[in-house]
C-alpha cells in the first residue's frame, strides 16, 4: 500500500499509524448477525431507535461536508478554453473576470487559461497583451503581481481559425497536454466570446473532434455562449438545434450578464426571503411595474452590429424580458436551475404576444439625433461610423406589456430601453396602487402612491418612496424615500457579473444562464414587434436628441394610461 | 498622538492621530489634506466622565452642520450618515490589547460598526468612575459613494462600574441594532462575562490565543454555543476554512464520498516548541476544531473526551525512549452507534507558531477497501492526496491565504445570524475537551479554576443537558 509521503517541514508520516483502536469492529457483517438485546421489540423501542439514529446514515447523497464553506463547491480543475480570445468582449469582461477571481482564490489551482484566435501570437505575446488589459479593466487595480505571476504562468495561446479543422485537431492535442500539464483533468469549459456567426461553425467543429464527450472519469465539458442567441425566433431555434447536436442541454451556458448583477441575484432574495412583500406582490396592491436600462453611451464603434441589432434585439429580447421574468414569476420550489428557469418560462408564455395593431400603441421606438451627452457634444445615430445615413434602426424602445396570469393579470409592465439618454441608470420600479380613500385632503401636495425602486445600476440598491407627515402644527405630507445602497450597507464591492456567472459556469450551476425555451419565447414575443414594423411606413427618425428622456413617443405610450415614466 | 500632548487620556486603547488631520480642543477635528477613499480620518475627538456626557458627545458629533470632508474635486462634501450596522463591544483587559484591538477596528471605519465602545477594567477598588474618549471617524468607501462614518468609545471603568460592565456598556450601545462582543485574548468565562453575553447577538474570540492547552476554555465556550442563543465567532475555527475546503474537496467525488460514513481513524499534527517535561502545554484549540468538525458534520459522537497519550517509557539510562518526541500527544474516540474512529492529536516540533495545524490525515475501511486522505500546508497552499487500496486518487492544490485579524474580525461582524455549523462545531469540541460548562457562573469565589478534576469530572455538576453546571 502506498503511504503518503512526509512533505518539507511538516509532520512525519509514522502519525498514520495511531495507538488507538476503533471500540468496536469496523466492518460491517457479512452475515446475518444473532439478534442483540438491545433490538427494539415494541414500536416504542423502534421508534425511540430511530430517534437516536442519525438522520443521514446510510448512503450519503450529498457530501455533508461541504455545509456551511464558502462556496458550496470549489471549481473542479479545469481548463478555460476562450474562444475570440484577442476580441473587445474577452478583454474588456472575460479576462478582467477570470484575472479577479484567481485574485481571489476563487479558481482551481489546476486552471490554465487557453485563448485562441486569429492572431498569429504566441504564449508570450498573448501574456503582454492580457497584462496590459488588465491594467486597464481589472476591477482592483493596480494588478497584484504576486496573483498576475501565478495566474500569467497558467496562460497560453494558440492560433485558429474557426473554420479550420486542423487547428481544432490541434486544439485537441493542445488540451491533452494541458490536462497532463496542469493536471486539468480533462475538465473543460469553451467560453465563445466570438461573433454570433461564429457559434455553429465552432460548436460543430468541437463535436467532429470530439471535443464535447463527456466520458466517464474523463471530465467534464461546458460551452458558454454569449447573446445575442439568434436574430428572431426561427434563428434561435436552429442554432440551438446546432448547438443542441453537439452539447446537451446540460453542457450549455447561454450567459446574459444582466442575471449575474448583485442586485438582480438580489431581487429573488428580496421577493422571497422577505415576509412583508410578497403578500402584496400581485394585482390588487400593485397598479404597475416600469422597468428601465437607460445607457449614456451610444453605439461604441459598433455600428454595423447594430443596423442588424437594434434596441429590441440587443436589450428588449433578453435583460428586459429576464428582469420581468423575475419580477413577475412566481416561488420556485427549490433554488435550483431547472426550477427557476421552469418559473421564468411561464411568465414569458403569459406574456401576451403583441398584435400588429397593438404594437402601434402600445410600442413606441425611437433613435437619436445629435445632442450633448455628459456635457460633451455627440453625433447622432445616422452619423456614426458604419451606420446607414437613412438608417430605421432603433436605438430606443419603449413597450407596454402584460402578464396574462392569476397574479399579474390588469397589471402593465412598462418597459423601456435607449441609447444615448441622459443618463445612465438601470431599474426596476414597481408602483403600489392609492389607498382607497384620501384622508389627508386638507394637505398641499396629495401623497403620491408608494413605489419600491430596486436600482440596478448605478449605485445598487433598493428604495421605497412613502408619505410622511412634515413636522409642524399643520398635517401636510409628502413623500420621503427609505433608501438602501449596497456601498453604504455593505461597503464591500460586489463582484462583476462575469465573475459570478463564470464562477458558476465552471461550478456547473446554470441557475443565473437562460434555457434554449426560454430564448426562444423570448423571440416569441419581440418577433411580433419587429414583423408589424416591417409592415408600417418608415418611422421619422430621429426623433429624440441625445441627452434626453427618449422620444415623445414613449411618453404618449404611458400618458395615455393616466401614468408617467419615473424621472430616472 | 492627540491624547499624549493633553496628557489627560484614559488609559485604555488608543488610535493614533491620522495623517492630514489635526486636532482641535474637545470636539471636531479639522480636515487639512483631501480624504481619499478607503482611508478613514479622524474627524471628531473629546472626552467625557461620565455616561450622561458621553452621550451628549455623542448628540454633538452629529449635530455639527459644518462638518465637511474636502474631496478632490468635490469641495464641501457633507458627512452623509454614521453607518447602521452594527454595535461592537471589546473587552480589553490590558492597555496593549485595546490598543491592538483599536487599530484593527479602525480599519474597518465605513465598513462596519456604526458605534465600538472599547471597556478596560481598571482598579476595582475605590468609589466608580468612568475615564472616555469619543472619536468619530470618516471614510469615503470609494469616490463615487457617499462618506460613511463610525464612531469609538475608549472607556475605562474603575472601582464598583468596572465589575457591572454590562451597566456601563448598555446605555451607550446603538438602539436596535445587533450587538457583537470581541474578547480579545483570555476571556475570564469564570468571571463578570455573563452579563455582557445578555446583552450580545454574537461573542467573538480566538481560541489560538488562549493561554496553556486552551482546553478549558474550550468547555466554557461550548456551554455557551449549547445555549443557542448567542452567535460565536471564533478565528481559530475560521482560520481554517482552508484546511476544510480541501478535506471537503476530496468527497466531492461521489467514488470517494462513500468512504465518509466509514472513518476509521483521524489523526493531526500540529506544531509545538513543549519542552520535554512539559509536553502537552501547547494550545491544540486548532487541532482539536479539526476533530470537532468532523465529527460534528459526519454526526459521530464523542465516546471518549480527550486525553494525554500515555508517556513514553524511558530508558534505564533515564534518557528518553526512542520515539519520544512523536509520541506525546492527545487520544480521543468517536463513534456513530456501529464503528469507531479513533482520534490522535499529537504534536511535533516545528517553527512554525504553537498550535498550528501541520497535517491531518484521514483512514477509512469501506468493505474490504481503505482510503487514505493526507492533507497538508504550506505557505498559501493546501495540499490534498488520496490513495484508494494504495493508489493515488487524487492529488489537488488549493491556494489560499491565511487571514490576518482584520479579515476575521469584518469577516465575524458581516456574517449575520449564527453559523450552525460552527455551532455544533465548539459544541463538540467542548464534548471532546471534557464536556461544555455552561455559564452564568454564579460564583466568583469558586470559579472554573477553583475546581479540582474530579469537580470537573463530576456528573452531579452536570443538569442533565450534556452541559455541565457551575460549581455551587
Known sequence: ?568 | MATGRNGNAPSGGRSADLPGTRQVQGGPIAIEGAGRPGEPSLRWKSRARSIEQIEQELVRIWAQPNLTAVVEGAPGRHIAARTSVMNLVVVARRPETAQRAAATIQMLTGRHPSRTIIVSPADPDGPSWIDAQIEAHCMLPRDSAPEVCAETIFMTVGGDAGRHAAAVVAPLLVHDLPVTLWWPGNPPFRWGITDLLDLADRLVVDGSSWSENGLDRLRYLAGIASLDRIAIFDFALVRQSRWREAIASVFDHPELLAYLRHLRRVAVTYASHDQADEPLGTNVVKPVYHVAWLASRLDLGVRKALEPEPTARRAPSGRAARGLATRRGWTASLGDGRAGTGVVIRPIGSSMPGGTTLRLELLAERRGSELRVDVTAEAEIVRARVWRDGVEALDRHFQAPRRTDLNLLAEAIEAGGRDPVAQATIRCAGELAGGPIAPPLESHDAGYHGRSESQRADPRHNDGSGVASPPP
Open chain 1, 1 to 568: 500500500m502506498a503511504r503518503p509521503r512526509s512533505q518539507p517541514g511538516t509532520a512525519e508520516p509514522e502519525v498514520v499509524e495511531p495507538q488507538v483502536r476503533p471500540e468496536t469492529e469496523p466492518d460491517l457483517p457479512t452475515h446475518p448477525a444473532p439478534r442483540p438485546r438491545e433490538m427494539p421489540r415494541t414500536m416504542r423501542e423502534l421508534r425511540m431507535q430511530r430517534e437516536r439514529r442519525p438522520r443521514t446514515a446510510g448512503q450519503p447523497l450529498e457530501n455533508p461536508l461541504r455545509e456551511g464553506l464558502r462556496l458550496e463547491r470549489v471549481p473542479d480543475p479545469a481548463a478555460f478554453v476562450l474562444f475570440g480570445a484577442t476580441g473587445d468582449l474577452a478583454h474588456r469582461k472575460v479576462i478582467p473576470a477570470l484575472y479577479q477571481l484567481w485574485r481571489t482564490n476563487l479558481l482551481p489551482h489546476e486552471f490554465c487559461l487557453v485563448g485562441l484566435a486569429r492572431r498569429d501570437y504566441d504564449d508570450d505575446d498573448f501574456r503582454a497583451m492580457i497584462r496590459t488589459t488588465l491594467e486597464d479593466h481589472a476591477r482592483i487595480r493596480p494588478l497584484d503581481e504576486t496573483a498576475w505571476r501565478s495566474f500569467s504562468e497558467r496562460v497560453v495561446y494558440q492560433r485558429l481559425e474557426f473554420g479550420d479543422a486542423a487547428a481544432y485537431d490541434a486544439l485537441a492535442v493542445a488540451l491533452d497536454e494541458r490536462d497532463r500539464v496542469k493536471a486539468t483533468r480533462g475538465n473543460r469549459l469553451f467560453y465563445l466570446a466570438t461573433q454570433p456567426s461564429a457559434f455553429a461553425e465552432i460548436v460543430g467543429q468541437l463535436g467532429r473532434v470530439g471535443l464535447d464527450h463527456e466520458v466517464h472519469g474523463g471530465g467534464w465539458r461546458r460551452i458558454v455562449i454569449e447573446k445575442p442567441f439568434g436574430h428572431d425566433r426561427e434563428s434561435a431555434y436552429r442554432l440551438n438545434r446546432e448547438v443542441g447536436k453537439v452539447f446537451r442541454e446540460s453542457q450549455i451556458y447561454r450567459i446574459d450578464h444582466y442575471l449575474g448583477k448583485e442586485t438582480v441575484r438580489n431581487l429573488l432574495v428580496f421577493r422571497f426571503g422577505n415576509g412583508i412583500f410578497e403578500p402584496i406582490w400581485n394585482r390588487r396592491h400593485i397598479d404597475h411595474v416600469q422597468i428601465t436600462v437607460a445607457e449614456t453611451i451610444g453605439v461604441e464603434g459598433r455600428g454595423q452590429f447594430y443596423e442588424e441589432t437594434g434596441a429590441v434585439r440587443d436589450v428588449l429580447q433578453n435583460h428586459l424580458l429576464q428582469l420581468l421574468a423575475l419580477v413577475a414569476m412566481e416561488p420556485p420550489a427549490t433554488f435550483e436551475a431547472d426550477a427557476l428557469r421552469d418559473e421564468k418560462l411561464k411568465v414569458l408564455r403569459a406574456v401576451a404576444e403583441p398584435r400588429e395593431r397593438d404594437v402601434a400603441r402600445d410600442v413606441a421606438r425611437g433613435q437619436y439625433g445629435p445632442g450633448w451627452v455628459n456635457g460633451v457634444p455627440v453625433l447622432g445615430y445616422r452619423q456614426e461610423p458604419d451606420v446607414d445615413p437613412d438608417s430605421e434602426t432603433e436605438t430606443y424602445v419603449a413597450a407596454r406589456l402584460e402578464v396574462e396570469d392569476w397574479r399579474w393579470s390588469g397589471v402593465p409592465f412598462y418597459l423601456r430601453t435607449g441609447k444615448r439618454l441622459s443618463k445612465r441608470a438601470t431599474e426596476i420600479s414597481i408602483q403600489f396602487k392609492e389607498v382607497p380613500h384620501k384622508l389627508f385632503q386638507e394637505s398641499v401636495s396629495d401623497p403620491e402612491p408608494n413605489v419600491l425602486a430596486i436600482r440596478i445600476q448605478p449605485d445598487e440598491g433598493i428604495m421605497l418612496r412613502f408619505g410622511a407627515k412634515i413636522p409642524g402644527l399643520g398635517t401636510e405630507v409628502r413623500s420621503v424615500t427609505m433608501d438602501f445602497t449596497y456601498g453604504s450597507a455593505f461597503a464591500v464591492d460586489s463582484p462583476d457579473a462575469y465573475e459570478t456567472l463564470i464562477l458558476d459556469a465552471l461550478l456547473g450551476d446554470a441557475s443565473l444562464f437562460t434555457r434554449a425555451d426560454e430564448v426562444e419565447q423570448a423571440w416569441g414575443i419581440v418577433d411580433p414587434i419587429i414583423d408589424s414594423w416591417a409592415n408600417m411606413p418608415a418611422p421619422d427618425f430621429p426623433n429624440y436628441e441625445a441627452g434626453t428622456f427618449g422620444p415623445p413617443e414613449a411618453e404618449a405610450l404611458i400618458e395615455r394610461d393616466g401614468r408617467r415614466w419615473r424621472r430616472i
